[in-house]
């Protein structure tokens, strides 16, 4: 018995270093592309990777026929407020109704909070919209950090974290954050490829939103009742 409680208490804090060293280099990744976007250093490089998206000549027609543009809209939908919070209630209310009150719990909470420091963030920093090229959706706010990006990483990578702790087989778990990590990619591509926002912002957005599935993650290991 004691050995297993040993053994126990070994994982939670290897997991639990683990998830702190990734939270830092989240942390980090996020404070040096802030730093560099204050600066102006990823300017010409935005320019750049902006302009790779846009017919030669025509900064104003997205690369690809008119259709795909149409799905790139309904991809970057999916990072919109309206769909990632139906998402966030239905979620949290199925959680709370497979009595899974502890995962609703963080689940909800982390959420709210990343969409508070993505607002902040932007206020903070009060970086304009690309003006290079016409604009394929409609922004009312700042540009950094993309809160597309950051909300969509934040919901989708903790929901794959608080679905797949109570997942236990393995190649389902990978399917879970196979699907997650893939719709964060396709929704901060998209906003680049709609001309709302610069790549530093979707990096941005994106070092924000796993920042705060990490700490989601964090607390379902520390608050796990199988590891008490």
Do not use: C
Not at 98 to 127: C, D, M, N, P
Not at 138 to 150: E, I, R, T
Request: charged share 15%; aromatic share 8%; proline share 4%.
């Amino acid at each position: 018995m004691i050995e297993r409680l040993k053994s126990l208490i070994g994982k939670l804090e290897t997991r639990t270093l683990v998830l702190l060293v990734a939270l830092a280099g989240a942390s980090w990744l996020f404070l040096i592309v802030a730093g560099e976007v204050s600066e102006g250093g990823t300017d010409a490089l935005d320019h750049r990777l902006l302009l790779a998206l846009r017919t030669p000549g025509q900064p104003s027609d997205p690369l690809g026929p008119r259709w795909l543009e149409e799905a790139v809209r309904d991809v970057t939908a999916l990072g919109g407020f309206t769909v990632l919070t139906l998402l966030t209630i239905v979620a949290t209310l199925l959680l709370i109704f497979h009595q899974r009150w502890r995962e609703a719990l963080i689940f909800a909470g982390t959420v709210i909070a990343a969409q508070a420091s993505s607002q902040l963030l932007k206020a903070f920093y009060e970086r304009d919209r690309p003006a290079l090229v016409a604009h394929g959706s409609y922004v009312y706010s700042h540009s950094f950090p993309s809160g597309h990006s950051a909300m969509a990483a934040a919901v989708f990578l903790i929901l794959a974290t608080v679905t797949a702790s109570v997942e236990p087989r393995r190649r389902t778990k990978a399917l879970i954050y196979g699907l997650a990590v893939t719709g964060v990619l396709a929704v901060g591509v998209s906003r680049v490829y709609l001309g709302v926002h610069w790549p530093t912002d979707v990096l941005g957005g994106w070092a924000l939103g796993a920042g705060w599935a990490l700490v989601a993650w964090l607390l379902l290991a520390l608050t796990d009742p199988r590891q008490n």
